[in-house]
């Protein structure tokens, strides 16, 4: 209990300065009107994919746990657990849902203090580079603290709660599995819809990226570049994919076991 107790305490103090530092990026001057104009037509149309985002992987996310609560509920029963499979097909499934909700809290307030630090970051930058880079580190810091933060405070939280209604310590990681399933499930999906969101960006800024610009290189002189850009996010999800395949197969063979003790 001392290092649960522990693990709550770094994830309150986590989130503390992960709060902390989104306020000091958002005090920040945010630049001229016409710097201000580019900045609001980006947040509008940031803004708008998360709201589509979200609301898409809402609409597969239920889907998703109903389905696993039925195959865990439906599943024939060793007779050897200390509770039934309704009961572990509740757990399970509840789980995924509070996992994907906390994958999705860290994401949206993540990309909203991003979106609010890159116009931060411009104005900064043309008086200190030396601010301009404090703003851009500690805007990035937040997401980054909340992702962990998330992760700490969800798994402790369930560890925490199943402890205090006498659930043994060796099963709670079993009936907890679906958490990071369920984080894992919207992280894959917005690492998917980003990169689609991107790629049409790019697809649709081709007609300029293609375009040949010359710079001057010296006195009486140009040299002339090319601009191309050649990633692709859906190999990002393809590995996820497998890692979400193989991962339960793995957790599958140790479970029935541990739930017998």
Request: some cysteine; charged content about 15%; aromatic content about 12%.
């Amino acid at each position: 209990m001392t290092q649960l107790a522990f693990t709550l305490v770094c994830s309150v103090a986590g989130l503390w300065f992960a709060i902390y530092l989104a306020k000091w990026v958002l005090r920040n001057d945010e630049g001229t009107k016409e710097m201000q104009s580019i900045s609001d037509a980006i947040r509008e149309g940031a803004e708008a994919f998360l709201a589509r985002q979200y609301k898409t992987i809402a609409m597969l996310t239920i889907p998703v746990a109903v389905v696993i609560y039925l195959l865990y509920a439906l599943r024939q029963s060793s007779g050897q657990e200390n509770i039934t499979t309704t009961q572990l097909a509740f757990y399970v499934a509840g789980s995924f849902i509070f996992g994907a909700i906390c994958s999705a809290i860290a994401g949206y307030i993540g990309m909203w203090v991003a979106i609010r630090a890159n116009i931060r970051t411009a104005a900064a930058a043309r008086s200190s580079l030396n601010l301009g880079l404090q703003i851009a580190l500690r805007g990035g810091a937040v997401s980054g603290l909340f992702v962990v933060v998330m992760s700490l405070l969800g798994v402790g939280g369930l560890f925490a709660l199943l402890r205090l209604f006498g659930t043994p310590a060796q099963q709670i990681p079993f009936l907890i599995v679906g958490y990071g399933f369920g984080a894992s499930f919207v992280a894959l999906f917005a690492q998917l819809g980003g990169g689609i969101y991107t790629k049409a960006a790019d697809v649709g800024a081709e007609p300029t990226w293609g375009q040949t610009w010359s710079v001057k290189w010296k006195r009486g002189s140009r040299k002339t570049t090319h601009v191309t850009r050649r990633s692709s996010p859906i190999w990002w999800g393809i590995t996820l994919a497998i890692a979400l395949a193989v991962g339960p197969i793995c957790l599958n063979r140790p479970r029935q076991k541990i739930l017998a003790r």
